[in-house]
């Protein structure tokens, strides 16, 4: 049962994380979304103001030169551009600090360049200057990312009404700089040609576009009516008699002057129709705007629902789920007591089995935790007992060789500086043994034993090496002071004494050999050493301490 209830548990764990993931996953995509169409629409908006100061640039230069080539005066402060670029570039700084629109304000101060070179109406100055300008609004259409159809059409519509624009002022131009040359400049002839078929081409295409694309249009009505007006019987009849005149080799007798103010007001309603085209991508843009944030919002609100419906029952089930650790914690406590009266009536009609079962599971973890904590303790015994008597003489409780040995391997470097190692052995010890027995000469041995235990320092190192005799290492302590030490040492053992049962005493000597160590990997020759000076100390009289010197290496 509770592996079921752990599987259902996990699938749902695994449901709430994989739809909150989910969730997310869209409120993020929508935001991303939400945020490219707010670029868009900034664009648009740049866009609009850009094609606002192009037309002025247009017709501010149309106007100059018309009044040119009749000698009349210019109007007098007429720069209808200056307030469009200035427009232009103070939106630009304002969106500048967004990485999306780092160009913007450079491509402003470029159109405002260009505009100044198109006022010097220098002619191929100016041809390049409406190309570039042509070309710098084509590229900022291109740069309006938006995957709508209509949105895609309307852009396309903006795009023919601002060649068509473009293309008006510089027939203008072509036509007067044919009458400036009486007819004679050709190359104005065939460049006013190709804007005559440029016009026509953009007519058709922008026609096609009003009758099957822009139907579903809320301003489909203002659109044709404008498109109608544009290309109406009179802008028929215009075209063909310039294009008469164009192809006639004598003399030009175009009006320049009325095609310019026809021109002028076909223009008014090319604006017109490309301000209501930019308003129906705007629109489209808003629309998008509002539907990300519709989208972000619901599935906000989703989440938080989910949220409250998923998460209300796991806390029902966290307190459930305390309710029941607090019967075991109790049960737990009981435990500790050793008390395995255990009330399962509490709460036992919601968590019977499993109480039951867990309790049971405590009850027996305790009594082997009981057998275990009783094992570990007598293995410790064990292994304690084992390490003395692997380390300890067994007579005289005190280190053995081994113990000895180990602990100068395991010491370091340091401790073994201006260090002295002594052997020790109890003089005539066989003798003692002969004369008094065995049991005798072990009380020897202990006296002798529990002597150095109270004699050294704790620092010093001290064993039984083996039968009568001792060793032992005096830390930070040369040959000179070991000497005093241990003739000391032998002072005391002349009146260290054994009684015995019968109310004799036993007295006994010893010999010592002294040798210097420096190292403790010179061990075995220090021992060496002082076995050697040991040797002299018997051989010279016995009961007295010989430092090891190398004249005794012939021993």
Known sequence: MMKIRSFFALIILFIILSLSILSISTIQDNWSRLQLNIAEQNRIEYLQLLLVASEKIYDEHQISHISKLYNNPDPINYNPANIALKNLIAFSEKQSKSSHFLQDKYTALEIKRLSNIIRKNDSISSSYSFNRLSTIIEHKMIRIPNSSIEFMISVQGIRLTNRLY????????????????????????????????????????LITIQKFYLNNSNEIEKINDLVNEIFNNNSEKANKTIYKELVSMKYNDINIQQINVFYLQNKQHISLLSQLLLKQATDIANNQINTSKIKIYTMVCFLIIFFLFSILPIIMMIFKLSDAFSLIQKAILQLSNNDLNINLKENQHRFSFELDAIISSLIKLKNIQIEKHLLENKNQQLIHQLKLKSTTDYLTSISNRRAFLETIKHSSPEYFNHSSLAIIDIDNFKQINDKFGHASGDEVLIKFSQLLSLFFRKNDLFCRYGGEEFAILLHDCDHILAKNILEKLCTKVRYLSVALPSGEKIYFTISIGIAEMNNKFDINQTIIHADKALYHSKATGKDRVTVYTHEMAVY
């Open 166 to 205: 473009s293309s008006f002022t510089e027939l203008i131009d072509q036509l007067i700089d044919i009458c400036k040359s009486n007819n004679t400049d050709t190359d104005s002839k065939i460049k006013a040609i190709k804007l005559l078929g440029g016009i026509d081409e953009i007519k058709d295409r």
